[in-house]
């Protein structure tokens, strides 16, 4: 089992940046792939980016492409991701979520909230 807390959220105005961490703590960090996920009020959990368990592979949904870039430090236990050129439509609550390789995300931190004025 693995143990997530978020950080970094915060109010921001469109167009800043902020970076978000996600420190694991329990089982070998290195195991798992990482990903982010956001939810806005009203709206089902979406995916924004996955790392691969070695960090050699990255995904992002098509809206944060060119925005956001995910990373790991497989050293610290930690995961960011870093978000710039923010816009109102990225206000949401960030989730980082672990999985096994192949396997459905299955351990989730608490959210860290995110809000980007206009």
């Known amino acids: 089992q693995v143990q997530l807390v978020e950080s970094g959220g915060g109010l921001v105005q469109a167009g800043g940046s902020l970076r978000l961490s996600c420190a694991a703590s329990?089982?070998?960090?290195?195991?798992?792939?990482m990903g982010w996920f956001r939810q806005a009020p009203g709206k089902e959990r979406e995916f924004v980016a996955a790392?691969?368990?070695?960090?050699?592979?990255?995904t992002y949904a098509d809206s944060v492409k060119g925005r956001f870039i995910i990373s790991r430090d497989n050293a610290k236990s930690t995961v960011y991701l870093q978000m710039s050129s923010l816009k109102p439509e990225d206000t949401a609550v960030y989730y980082c979520?672990?999985?096994?390789?192949?396997?459905?995300?299955?351990?989730w931190g608490q959210g860290t909230q995110v809000t980007v004025s206009s």
């Open positions: 329990g089982r070998t960090f290195s195991s798992y792939d």
């Open positions: 790392v691969s368990w070695s960090g050699g592979r990255t």
């Open positions: 979520g672990a999985r096994v390789p192949t396997m459905t995300y299955r351990y």
